[in-house]
């Protein structure tokens, strides 16, 4: 008998799988079409991770099966290879970026292959290769031209160590996550894509995604923030009348203002404390400040801390004196940077004010009810204005608009949509990134670089000392001529985020060879949208977001025929070890290469399936490992054992009883759990779980059904176990003297009929009690069920010399007779 043997089988499929591009897509093929993709990885130096054997099994078994039931399967993968790694690695190993990610690329590429995943290798995508970051220089002309580019001042996290901007996420303890360094805020004319025109068709789309999870939704109406309110003005007496607007949504609040608080960062704050007693403590608090992320500002456990400015703003509707205050949980970015405190009927002001002794103003109370005196706590609740006016009276939600209204017609405010999305900051500081395509010329100023003339490249002779930007230590790059005017120019020498790569990568591989385009519209449309899309739950806010952005701005411009790019969406929970997120610090990590060394690359991909549904946390267990190893094995053996079985031909019909009965039950009980679980749940470890009870059904009916029906079951096992176990299924259907591929296989379907129980068997209670069980058929009458029932012989021992009062029958589960 032939071993198991993973190692052996697993590159024999490999090879021959590469030699006939067995999983090349065919975009002539006359069937429907279904694009499955995984997240591609970032190529580091440590190779994959179990999170991405995870994500690729995942996304494997979709795709395998997809196409064994008819469809055209495009399910491609690439690498998202610029970033600030890169060029760490650079800066401390003394390499080019280009080296060390491009020997990571074809170091994962080699490990994907080894857990058999099915790509179209022939459509990889390496974002940092020239003939695709030329694309990302031609989509910012793109949004350039439509208006959606743009260059503006603005403050930003600097490391003056590293000499880069850094995002919020970057910043930990008001320190550089790279170097330590304590972070200044600085300003940079910096690019910018306005995806702020889009905030409304963003909220709007995802009402049309039933197939995304809700959290992920939940998270970007969030992050999108849309409120409806009233901008309101106060002037500022002392500085002639300079003002402060405030955005709320809470105009029926208003005459309850009893501070306002700006961000640190506003303009008009040195104009408010120049000359003022408290002005260099002041200075110091937003020094402090501005090191702290806008997360560590903003969170609900953060302290919320503020400094009087000694200057008054003047309230428009009652002209009253309202003390300005400085606060380190005010914003600029968000809102206008300023807001009004109205402590009795907000529960933050209300913890501000008591903290620093402010007034408190209710203007709001109860119907028919008084507010006690004084406020112990804010009343947030619905009630009538008091105390406001000629509005006292009115009910405050009818306020709301009667209030901005009101302060419209004074010129002293406005109804007005508030979002607390920002427009995407785009510019970085460094080499390993998409040179953006713009120079700078005295006469012409900011020049686009014609799109004939792209792609701009990153030069060579480049300076990597962790100091400064690289781009901007190379003179041959730096110093160029002007596209316009032909004079002397500079090259911007910012690059733009890594965002912008995977914002549309998924387009690319639906024609990721053509020169003079992103890509054609007609290939395009042939394959979007991704059908399911696989990926972590860290990407549900900002990948995912600027994609969608990406997709409606080229729906815009004519470039596709869709505006979501993703019709369904599945993030997977982590693998975690002993309870923890696998990670060098706490010595738990796994490597994927070790247990295909150890156990082949189809044990892995079973395991990571079969041990938890895919969007909840896995925990690693070796024992778990081991046990679908044996289990594997118990598969191999089955069918090697019955090797003589696919050898000639097998008469049908040799044996029609009960037994054969019952396996064909179990068989189609088991294509049609299957199917279901996979096709319309992604509930693998169920269709796993579904096919194990078929493997043991199979050994006990061995030698005791009909061959044909015993020889059918196994070559439905071998298809069924192809998208979780690739190799060993394509090995199998070779020991079964099959031609061609089981993955090119039809994907086997169910007989209904099969699942009807002929017979179905009935617990028998005396009042209440199962005392036995019976056998009845499934169309036996209510009265043919009871005469059964008591005619039991356990059931007449248990009845005898006691009267029945009633016989219970619940169809297809119990007879409860009951008696005295």
């Given at each position: ?598 156990y082949g690359a189809d044990t892995a991909r079973l ?148 699942l009807v129980l002929d017979e179905v068997e009935l ?58």
């Amino acid at each position: 008998m032939k071993e198991y043997s993973p190692r052996e089988i697993e590159a024999k499929w490999q090879e021959h799988w590469r030699k006939t591009n067995l999983y090349q897509t065919d975009e002539s093929a006359n069937k429907p079409k279904y694009y499955v993709l995984e997240q591609f990885p970032y190529p580091s130096g440590e190779g994959l991770h179990m999170g991405h054997t995870r994500v690729y099994s995942i996304g494997d078994v979709v795709a395998r099966f997809r196409r064994m039931n008819g469809y055209n399967v495009l399910h491609p993968m690439g690498a998202d290879a610029f970033g600030l790694p890169a060029e760490n690695a650079a800066i401390q190993r003394g390499v080019n970026p280009r080296e060390w990610t491009l020997n990571n690329m074809e170091r994962i590429r080699r490990e994907q292959s080894l857990l058999g995943a099915s790509y179209d290798w022939d459509r990889y995508v390496g974002t940092c290769l020239p003939d695709y970051y030329k694309f990302n220089q031609w989509l910012f002309l793109l949004f350039y031209e439509r208006g959606l580019a743009y260059r503006k001042k603005a403050m930003v996290n600097w490391c003056p160590s590293c000499g880069t901007v850094l995002a919020n996420e970057q910043v930990e303890d008001g320190k550089c996550w790279r170097c330590d360094s304590e972070v200044t805020k600085k300003e940079l004319e910096q690019w910018f894509f306005k995806i702020t025109d889009y905030a409304d068709r963003l909220l709007e789309g995802l009402d049309r995604l039933p197939k995304w999870p809700e959290r992920v939704k939940a998270m970007q109406r969030n992050w999108i923030g849309r409120s409806e309110g009233a901008h309101v003005t106060f002037t500022v007496p002392e500085l002639s009348d300079e003002k402060i607007t405030v955005f709320t949504t809470r105009p029926d609040t208003l005459y309850g203002v009893s501070y306002l608080v700006l961000a640190p960062e506003h303009p008009l704050v040195p104009r408010l404390i120049k000359g003022k007693e408290n002005e260099a403590k002041i200075l110091e608090f937003i020094n402090q400040t501005q090191k702290q992320s806008e997360i560590e500002r903003t969170s609900n456990d953060a302290e919320k801390v503020g400094h009087p400015t000694g200057a008054y703003a003047q309230h428009p509707l009652t002209g009253e004196a309202i003390p300005i205050w400085v606060g380190n949980y005010v914003l600029m970015d968000y809102g206008t940077g300023a807001v009004m405190g109205v402590p009795a009927h907000d529960e933050r002001d209300f913890a501000f004010a008591s903290k620093y002794q402010l007034p408190v103003k209710p203007v709001i109370r109860p119907e028919n009810e008084e507010l006690s005196e004084p406020l112990r706590e804010a009343y947030t609740g619905d009630g009538v204005l008091f105390s406001s006016g000629e509005f006292d009276g009115m009910k405050n939600r009818e306020a709301i608009h009667a209030i901005a209204k009101f302060l419209e017609e004074r010129g002293q405010g406005k109804w007005t949509v508030n979002y607390r999305l920002r427009d995407w900051l785009i510019s970085r500081q460094r080499y390993w990134g998409t040179p953006i395509p713009v120079v700078y010329c005295d006469d012409c100023h900011i020049v686009p670089v014609p799109k004939d003339q792209l792609p701009v490249l990153l030069p060579e002779d480049v300076v990597f000392d962790g100091k400064s930007n690289p781009l901007a230590t190379s003179e041959s790059f730096v110093h160029t001529t002007c596209p316009k005017c032909g004079k002397p120019a500079r090259r911007e020498t910012d690059t733009m985020d890594t965002f912008v790569d995977s914002s549309w990568y998924f387009l690319r591989y639906a024609d990721p060879h053509n020169e003079e385009i992103p890509f054609a519209k007609e290939k395009a449309d042939r394959f979007m949208p991704v059908d399911e899309y696989i990926g972590g739950i860290e990407h549900a806010v900002l990948h995912l977001l600027y994609s969608r952005f990406f997709t409606k701005v080229f729906y815009d411009a004519g470039m596709v025929s869709v505006d979501e790019p993703f019709e369904s969406l599945l993030t997977q929970g982590m693998v975690l070890k002993d309870g923890f997120k696998m990670s060098k610090s706490k010595g738990n990590v796994v490597s994927p290469l070790e247990i295909v060394e150890k156990y082949g690359a189809d044990t892995a991909r079973l395991f990571i399936l079969f041990a938890a549904p895919p969007d909840r946390d896995l925990d690693w267990s070796e024992s778990g490992v081991e046990g679908v190893h044996r289990f594997l094995n118990r598969v191999w053996r089955l069918v090697v054992q019955n090797e003589e079985l696919f050898k000639q031909p097998v008469p049908s019909g040799a044996k029609a009883d009960g037994k054969t009965k019952e396996l064909r039950r179990l068989l189609h009980q088991t294509i049609k759990k299957v199917t279901i679980e996979i096709g319309e749940r992604n509930h693998f470890n169920t269709a796993v779980s579904a096919i194990m009870e078929l493997v043991n059904g199979l050994y006990q009916h061995a030698g005791e059904t009909d061959p044909a029906l015993y020889k059918e079951a196994l070559e439905t096992l071998v298809v069924l176990l192809a998208p979780f176990v690739p190799h060993m299924s394509e090995e199998l259907w070779s020991v079964m003297g099959k031609e061609g591929s089981v993955h090119q296989t039809a994907w086997p379907s169910y007989d209904e009929s099969a699942l009807v129980l002929d017979e179905v068997e009935l617990a028998v209670q005396i009042n209440g009690k199962v005392r036995d069980k019976i056998v009845v058929p499934t169309q036996a009458s209510r009265e043919e069920i009871e005469k059964q029932a008591l005619d039991n012989e356990r059931i007449k021992h248990w009845t005898e010399g006691k009267t029945v009062r009633k016989v219970i029958v619940v169809p297809g589960k119990l007879v409860n007779i009951v008696v005295k």
